[in-house]
C-alpha cells in the first residue's frame, strides 16, 4: 500500500502549508468594513476562509458581519 502514502503526502503538505498561512495570518489585526472595529482572530476561522487581496469573509464579532480586511502596520 505505498501508493497511498505517496497520495496521501501532497495532500498533508498543502494541509501543513494552510495552517501555516492560517496562524500567520491570525497575528494580523483585522477591522470590520461595516462597524470599523478593529479585532483579532483565532486561526482555526482562517483555515477555509475565502478571501481576495487583503479582504477576508471572517464574522465579524461586534455586528457578525462577513467582510473584513486585514489592518496592516
Ligand atoms: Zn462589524
Known sequence: MDWAI?????IL???AAMIIIAKGLS???FKCKH?????NT??????FVMH???EYSIKCP?????DCMIQKN
Not at 505517496?6 to 501532497?10: Q, T
Open 6 to 10: 505517496v497520495a496521501c503526502f501532497p
Open 13 to 15: 503538505a498543502a494541509f
Open 27 to 29: 497575528k494580523n489585526l
Open 35 to 39: 462597524c470599523l472595529k478593529e479585532f
Open 42 to 47: 483565532d486561526w482555526t476561522k482562517l483555515v
Open 52 to 54: 481576495s487581496d487583503n
Open 62 to 66: 461586534y455586528c457578525n458581519k462577513k
